[in-house]
C-alpha cells in the first residue's frame, strides 16, 4: 500500500510496480478507479473464500449500496445459476432484476417476517451468502439458513461489510445444527498477490461495459465540495488536474501503459 507520507489525495504519488496492474484497452480510466474497490470486495470474496463454481445459487445480503449492486452483476458475471439480493431501498430493489438478481427480499423491520422471506429461499437452496450487513440482518438470515436446512447442502456464509453494525449476537445452535461455513473476506484474509489478481481480473470483466457503476467525476480541487457527502449514489472519482469535472471519461489513453493503483 502507499507509504507515508504519498498517499492517493494528490497530484502524483509514488507506488510499488509490484502494486499496479495494466488497464484493459477497452475500460475508461473513470470506470477502472470508481469499480476496482467495490467490485474487488465480492470478486475476491467469491473467488478466494467462497470458493464459488459456476452453477451455484447466491444471495447477496445488502445489495442495494454501490458495492452490491457491483456483487448482482459480478455473480452474475461468474455464472452463478441463481441470484437473491436483500437490502432496503425499495426502487433499487427493482432495479437489482435488470441487473441479474432472480429474487429479491426487502429488509423489513420484523425479523419474523424477514426470518420467513429468507427461509423460502434458503428451502429452494443456497451456496454462498455474500454479506454486507453483518448485524441484525445477517443473525436473522443465519438462523433462516439453519432452520430452512435445505438439501443438507453446506453454506458458505462470506462477512465482507458491517453496515448494520459490527457485532451479533448468534446462538451455537445455529452453527452446530447445520453445514454453514462461517468466515470472512478482506484485507488480512485475502494474500495480497491473490487480492491484486482478483482486481485484475475484475477490471478485464469490467471492460467494454460489461460491468457497469454510477459515477460522478470531480475534479480534485474541487474535493471540498463533495467531502461531506450527500444522498448522491454515484462513485465520487477525483480527477488531479482536470478542469472539468468529465473530461478524463473521453480522453484516449489506449495502449500507452496505463496502470490501476491497486489501493
Known sequence: MPRVPYGSFSERTVIRKGMSIPLPDDLDDVTAAAIANPGASSWGALTERAHFKPGQTVLINGATGVSGQLAVQIVRHLGAARVIATGRNPQILERLAGLGADAVVPLVEDDGALEESLKAQFAQGVDVVLDY????????????????????RPIRFVSIGSVSGPELDLPSAVLRSSRIELVGSGLGSIPMDRLIESIKALLAAA???????????????EIGSVWSGDDDRRRTVLIPGAAGGSAIADEPARGHGRHADSC
Open 207 to 221: 471492460g467494454s461495459g460489461r460491468l457497469t457503476i454510477e459515477t460522478r467525476p470531480v475534479p480534485l480541487a
Open 133 to 152: 450487513l453483518w448485524g441484525r440482518t445477517a443473525r436473522t438470515a443465519l438462523i433462516a439458513a439453519a432452520r430452512a436446512g435445505a438439501d443438507d
